[in-house]
């Protein structure tokens, strides 16, 4: 099995603890009267660093919202005071995508942008990355923080990285074809977008000598049927990986599928809590990933609500690694569930069924409410050729699940837009006229 650190990620558990918890008292006492967003958010809650004795002690210390951030650097533009060290150190800049509210500005120092690609080394070597691969990285690199990281991750374990910005579809295929790209980092969505322009063009997609596509900024590739549907078009296998702009590449699938995605903990404290009460769930039960980064000092966060559900176990995978795995990764997000007509619908679940049929490019779900009555409807584009009548069973199969019939239709090709980077299929509309 390939390792980026092996030693570390084979620690057994009670040294992990034991080094998650060096670097937790560490990081406090270098920020304590530094950082002042978190000196006064401890002084406030009655606790200083010299209070955490062992790693249970995590929670005398407050959470910590996307919210409260975004509010001090609006009431302390532009960075806030979330900043351990004087400005002149930092030298990366990089926002939240903003697709749940108002970006979030992040700053790094170069010790932290070095951690960074620590942690992205971790993800491409779980991923069978290596100094022999050609890792092509299909990203436009703008202010998110994306896969930029990536780049760092790739230089970390020797292997060349190959850039794929300011090209279209058409250009990034020619690109990995003439360089022998063996690996692709990108949206799940993107992935099938390149193989969507790949039949349309004609485009001989074997000609790419790919072994591993290794995917991030939305669920996809943790969703059985997207994850299969990536496998056959590109044939290579298929790795999740989650992580934030405001958290950093906190976790990663490796080889032994599905077995969930490791949490990388030498570097991240994670609790599983129910996003509720805020007390941590029982084992095996999903609840929202709280977490603390322990290497990104001049710009952390400690027991930070991510809003993603997981379920945590710490059964040594068949990898080797002893970390704590998410099973089925990030399952959905804590606030992206709706109700309609009394059933829990996640989008993930809906995706999984739909991402069943080939005979769909794209989807568009909205959730509205009309005259106090909830309505999904459903949006597909279809491929060249394809039958209506494919709707039929599609309702079905959502039917079993469901229990009730969305309205589904098709429209043109090209109605429906597009993504390089997170996919936004679900809508939800407040009541609105008949």
């Known amino acids: ?86 400005i002149d150190k930092y030298v ?20 932290s942008w070095d951690w960074w690609g620590d942690c992205w080394a971790y993800v491409l070597a779980g991923a069978g990355v290596t100094e022999d691969d050609r890792v092509f990285l299909a990203f436009a690199f703008g202010p998110f ?28 295929l020619e690109l990995m074809r003439e360089m022998g790209a063996t690996s692709l980092a990108c949206t799940p969505t993107y992935a099938m977008r390149l193989a969507e322009v790949a039949r349309e063009t004609g485009f001989d997609m074997s000609q790419i000598p790919m072994k591993s596509t290794i995917h991030a900024g939305e669920p996809g590739a943790n969703i059985p049927a997207t994850k299969k549907r990536i496998e056959d078009a590109w044939s290579a296998k298929c790795f999740d990986h989650a992580g934030a702009s405001e958290v950093g590449a906190h976790s990663f699938e490796c080889e032994v599928q599905p077995g969930g995605t490791h949490l990388i903990e030498s570097e991240y404290i994670a609790e599983v809590l129910d996003p509720e009460t805020l007390q941590p769930v029982a084992p095996g039960e999903k609840g929202e990933l709280v977490i603390t980064n322990l290497g990104r000092v001049g710009f952390p966060v400690i027991r930070y609500r991510t809003g993603d559900v997981v379920r945590a176990t710490t059964e040594t995978c068949q990898c ?115």
Not at 159 to 172: E, K, L, T
């Open 1 to 86: 099995m390939p390792y980026f650190d092996e030693k570390i990620e084979t620690l057994p558990r009670d040294q992990l603890a034991q080094l998650q918890l060096e670097k937790l008292r560490a990081m406090m006492k270098e920020m304590w009267g530094k950082n002042m967003f978190y000196t006064h958010k401890w002084e406030a809650a009655g606790v200083t660093p010299d209070d955490i004795k062992s790693l249970d002690d995590i929670a005398k210390l407050p959470i910590t919202t996307k919210g409260e951030l975004v509010k001090d650097q609006a009431d302390h533009a532009p960075f806030g005071t979330n900043l351990t060290y004087p």
């Open 92 to 111: 990366r800049f990089h926002q939240t995508s903003g697709t749940t509210g108002k970006p979030l500005k992040v700053l790094d120092t170069d010790e």
């Open 320 to 434: 080797g690694r002893t970390s704590m795995r998410f099973e089925g990764g990030v399952i959905g997000r804590a606030d992206d569930m709706v109700t309609v007509r009394g059933v829990n619908v996640f989008p993930g679940a809906v995706e999984n069924i739909i991402r069943q049929f080939n005979e769909v490019d794209e989807f568009r779900i909205t959730v509205s409410t009309v005259r106090h009555m909830d309505e999904m409807e459903i949006e597909f584009e279809l491929v060249e050729g394809t039958n209506e009548e494919i709707l039929g069973a599609i309702n079905e199969k959502l039917y079993a699940m469901l229990g009730f019939r969305p309205k589904l239709k098709t429209v043109p090709r090209d109605a429906l837009p597009r993504f390089d980077m997170k996919a936004k299929r679900f809508h939800v509309k407040k009541e609105v006229a008949a």
């Open 145 to 172: 923080v994306g896969f930029w990281a990536a780049v760092e991750g790739a230089r970390k374990l020797g292997a060349i990285m190959i850039p794929g910005g300011g090209r279209d579809s058409v250009q990034r």
